[in-house]
């Protein structure tokens, strides 16, 4: 089973969590926009995020929420509202979203909802000290962590130690590679509580990845879940295309690198959630066969996702995507 969740329309980039016994799906859309691709992602200039629900991934029936926020209704916007997640406290539904401001910087954003299907009404402001794209928030004892950065398009070469730099500058192949950021969200789930830390993922000797290691150290798409006690975090390597994990003991990390979830698909970006439901595990993720391999318009896809005794993932391929049947939508 690898399927097409929203046949009709062009959906990517999925944060799933589950929330009153459903599953919601957070994408980002996807539309023609007449711009040339390149990259710095200047091609995938979305205005509007939809949210989707399932109660059974087998029968693979969605329920299209309809618009829940558009650029329009932010006070901060510029352009390209990119990747978003959401997270519930206290019966509040707070979705997290990358949106370039008015100088053309990514931002991140939060706006809130009494429902998980919307809508959303966003901040006046983005959350101070933010930058950077792909929000990922997970939650563990009343904590909420907010994983997130992304190179290229992404900007997060932009910045060292929080700070933004002069020129972009990314690290000789040879040096510690760029890291993702995990940060620890306020009580009132608005602002950081704290500066944006390190994600460091290391090899099997216990050294940190190299920015030349471009089969393994991250690009984008985090993303965090835990399996059997142990944290694992997940992201595209982004120029080679895969989806790869890496395990610790504390949410901080570090990390070890373990392997690769999901081989390259069709098209030039991958990004995914991970959800456990109903006694299984799901890999969401997206490809470009749908549109003809068009990297900017890419298409929901669920599979179910599997463990080894010891905890290792089993890899997934995504020549599968070829296979994907179609989910009925209401």
Partial sequence: MNRYLVPNDYMADPAVHIFNGKLYIYPSHDRESGIPENDNGDHFDMADYHVFSMDNVENGTVTDHGVVLKIADIPWAGRQLWDCDVACKNGKYYLYFSLKDKNDIFRIGVAISDKPEGLFIPQDNPIKGSYSIDPAVFEENGKYYMYFGGIWGGQLQRYRNNK???????????????????????????????????????????????????????????????????????????????????????????????????????????????????????????????????????????????????????????????????????
């Fill in 164 to 330: 933004a730099l002069e020129s972009a500058f990314l690290p000789a192949d040879s040096a510690p590679s760029l890291c993702p950021k995990v940060v620890l969200l306020s009580d009132n789930m608005l602002e950081f509580a704290e500066e944006p830390r390190d994600v460091i993922i290391l090899d099997k000797n216990g050294k940190p990845l190299t920015q030349g290691n471009t089969g393994c150290r991250f690009f984008e798409a985090s993303w965090m879940h835990r399996y059997n006690g142990i944290y694992y975090y997940s992201y595209s390597t982004g120029d080679t295309h895969k989806i790869c994990y890496a395990t610790s003991d504390n949410p901080y990390g570090p990390f070890t690198y373990q392997g690769v979830i999901l081989t390259p698909v069709v098209g030039w970006t991958t990004h995914h959630s991970i959800v456990e439901y109903k006694e299984k595990w799901y890999l969401f993720h997206h490809d470009c066969v749908p549109s003809g391999g068009k990297t900017w318009l890419r298409s929901l896809k669920v599979i179910e996702l599997e463990y080894n005794a010891d905890g290792t993932i089993k890899t997934i391929e995504g020549s599968d995507a070829w296979f994907g049947e179609k989910s009925d939508i209401v």
